[in-house]
């Protein structure tokens, strides 16, 4: 998709979009003498003007027929958020419309620079596809529209989206893609080499553990739920050194490219979808590209670990005890809770290497958060207030919410084993907590932390109004806000 800005509306052929707000009618004004029969469209229709709402018609002008586009910003709604769900809402509703150029007029909004720029991230997010295997599109399902002008803005609205909002829609590309791929395409190995040649000549260093590294740094835990898998396991290390002062902060997440429950496996209906519980380690190459791309002023690492769980003839059984990096030792009882088995040994790796003061883990960990949250937030855990805080600050500012859950000793008690230090899981009730206590089992004393729950965000079966239904490419814009917010003030 092009996006481009301009001061006026070009000559030719076009959709034309009008934002509205509310039941506002002034921004159609420049519609001249089709203004009054619109308007009165829009009355039959009793068409509101709330954020995302539209309403299509055709008018004359000059004697030819355009297709035209009212789309509601809403009262009360936050200007930028209205402003993303103007820019997706146009990508949606013209996308396989037949056109091929749309015309967004903000004159009469008062937008600035920086809302002309994010109408323009709405419309760049909404119109990702993924088209790779569909050989048989009908024509009316091909995507037509090709080109968005925006118009108004001021001139630094193109300089804006393009250093701020670019490489985020990149980031959030990547991870989308990486989400949406089947398992016999992204396995281990080859999430990481999708990976290296996407962030080739961003300035991203990266380094791989195989199965041989790993286990010579004593990774029972990870390598025990990729142990019934013929993919062997990998942990990507992606490093930007952006400047800043102190430690560096990690990302954390986990890949497991494919997630059969193991021994302990799950039910068939919809394991299809576990092709997507490598979501967070798609939220932390996404990120770490985006960071990369925009020349993030801070020093971050970004841990990745890369398994599939599988119930081979090898595999992992319940019962078993593993010996993590940490030198703690875990009973398994589920090996349908691997993702914090995972996260303990990667949790472990950045900080013996990397000595970080903060360390972000995002995991599609638990179906006890959709019980909590649904699909509308993800579940923040943290042992940091005022990181906690500043986190939830990112998610509001970003679309990617989330809800604080508590952690506290009674819940880590429930995680005590009687021949190991800990066991994978604790009882059914509380289950996102106690696996949330699992992980902080694995973070070093004077370590600021928190947890990210994403099972809930990582896909949707519905659609929004910067994303289509399937992967959504949540936590990149959480950790790019977040960097933005507290490591470049």
């Known amino acids: 998709m092009k996006i481009r800005f301009a001061d006026s509306r070009p000559a030719g052929d076009y959709a034309l979009v009008l934002p509205v707000p509310g039941k506002d009618r002034s921004t159609l004004a420049s519609l001249g003498a089709s203004q009054s029969s619109v308007v009165a469209a829009l009355d039959r229709a009793r068409f509101e003007g709330e954020a995302a709402s539209s309403s299509e018609q055709f008018i004359d002008d000059d004697g030819s027929v355009r297709r035209l586009i009212v789309v509601g910003t809403g009262v009360g709604t936050a200007p930028l958020d209205a402003a993303e769900k103007l820019g997706g809402t146009v990508a949606s509703k013209l996308q396989t419309s037949g056109e091929k150029t749309a015309v967004i007029d903000l004159t009469g909004l008062g937008y600035d620079a920086d809302a002309a720029a994010r109408v323009a991230l709405g419309a760049a997010l909404r119109s990702w596809r993924y088209d790779r295997y569909r050989t048989k599109l009908k024509d009316n399902q091909k995507p037509t529209l090709g080109e968005i002008v925006i118009v108004g803005g001021g001139a630094g609205a193109a300089k804006r989206y393009e250093q701020r909002w670019v490489p985020v829609v990149e980031g959030v590309s990547l991870t989308r893609e990486l989400v949406t791929e089947p398992a016999n395409i992204i396995y281990p190995e080859s999430f990481v ?36 898998s013929v993919r062997e396991g990998r942990l990507l290390i992606l490093k930007w050194n952006g400047g ?11 890949g497991v490219t494919f997630d ?15 092709k997507w519980d490598m979501g967070g380690a798609g939220a932390v190459v996404g990120a770490m590209k985006a960071l990369a791309l925009r020349k993030a002023k801070a020093s971050i690492v970004g841990i990745c670990g890369l398994v599939e769980n599988m119930p081979g003839g090898n595999a992992q059984r319940p019962g078993d005890v593993v010996t993590t990096m940490s030198g703690q030792t875990v009973e398994v009882i589920n090996t349908d809770a691997e993702g914090r088995l995972v996260l303990a040994d990667a949790v472990t790796y950045v900080q013996r290497n990397y000595k970080p003061g903060t360390i972000i883990d995002l995991a599609t960990l638990t179906g006890a958060i959709l019980i909590s949250l649904g699909h509308e937030w993800a579940g923040l855990f943290s042992n940091n207030d005022e990181l906690a805080g500043k986190l939830q600050s990112a998610g509001e500012e970003s679309g990617d919410k989330l809800w604080r859950m508590p952690l506290a000793e009674p819940f880590d008690r429930l995680i005590d084993s009687p021949i190991a230090d800990m066991k994978n899981v604790g009882p059914r009730e509380g289950g996102s907590i106690t696996a949330a206590q699992f992980i902080q089992r694995f973070v070093e004393n004077g370590v600021k932390w928190a947890h990210i729950d994403m099972a809930g965000k990582a896909w949707s079966d519905k659609a929004s109004a910067t994303y289509e239904k399937g992967a959504t490419g949540y936590g990149v814009r959480l950790l790019d806000q977040y960097v933005a917010d507290v490591l470049e003030r």
Do not use: H, N, W, Y
């Open 244 to 254: 800043g002062k102190g430690q560096p902060t990690a990302f954390v997440g986990k």
């Open 193 to 228: 080499e999708r990976v290296k040649a996407s962030v080739k000549g961003s300035g991203l260093d990266l380094e791989v553990l195989d199965r041989a590294a790993m286990e010579k740094l004593g990774m029972g835990a990870l390598l025990g739920v990729a142990q019934g």
């Open 260 to 274: 059969t429950g193991g021994i302990s496996i799950k039910p068939a209906a919809g394991m299809e979808m576990m």
